[in-house]
């Protein structure tokens, strides 16, 4: 009888707890960004696990760039899609983040952890990415071979076959 009870409460406890979406992110390295190491003059930005990042303008694709703050709701939103679109792009695409206008490093290191980010993310401490990126997040860039800008997404994603379709459409790879 105790058994039964045990369990009868656990099932009402557990059946009553709100579901949870948390998923355990990374700071992981930014070791695997692939990039022009003979490019000079560019906007150069440190990787969030604190060692040597990659200048922006330096960057080789296909890979999809993400520019997001722990700060910025949307951004926060487009992770469950950003997280789906990378399990399916790995070996296929790049992802990066980068993150910008923290009020400190470590809310944008959290911000990975806790929304379970586990691709390579930049970090701009004074918004000097905004050379490159311009003002306003989220904003999503598709970096071509050549490192050329193929396009962007202004905004936040909707879905994730939103983020398929422009990779397809700019960087003419099929997921």
Known sequence: MRKALAAVTLLLLTACSPSSSYVKGEVVSCESISQDKTFTGGVTMD???????????ALRG??????????????????????SFYAKAK??????????????????????????????????????????????????????ADGSVAGKKIGVLKNEIELITLTNKYLGVRL
């Open 47 to 57: 990787c969030l696990d604190r060692t040597d990042g990659a200048q922006l303008g």
């Open 62 to 83: 296909p890979m999809v760039v993400n520019v997001w703050g722990s700060w910025c709701g949307p951004c926060k939103e487009e992770m469950p899609i950003l997280r």
């Open 91 to 144: 070996g296929k695409v790049a992802l990066i983040g980068v993150d910008v206008e923290e009020a400190t490093f470590d809310d944008g290191r959290r911000f990975v952890e806790r929304n379970g980010i586990v691709w390579p993310n930049l970090y701009d401490p004074d918004g000097r990415s905004r050379k490159y990126f311009g003002l306003g997040v989220p904003v999503t860039w598709f970096i071509a």
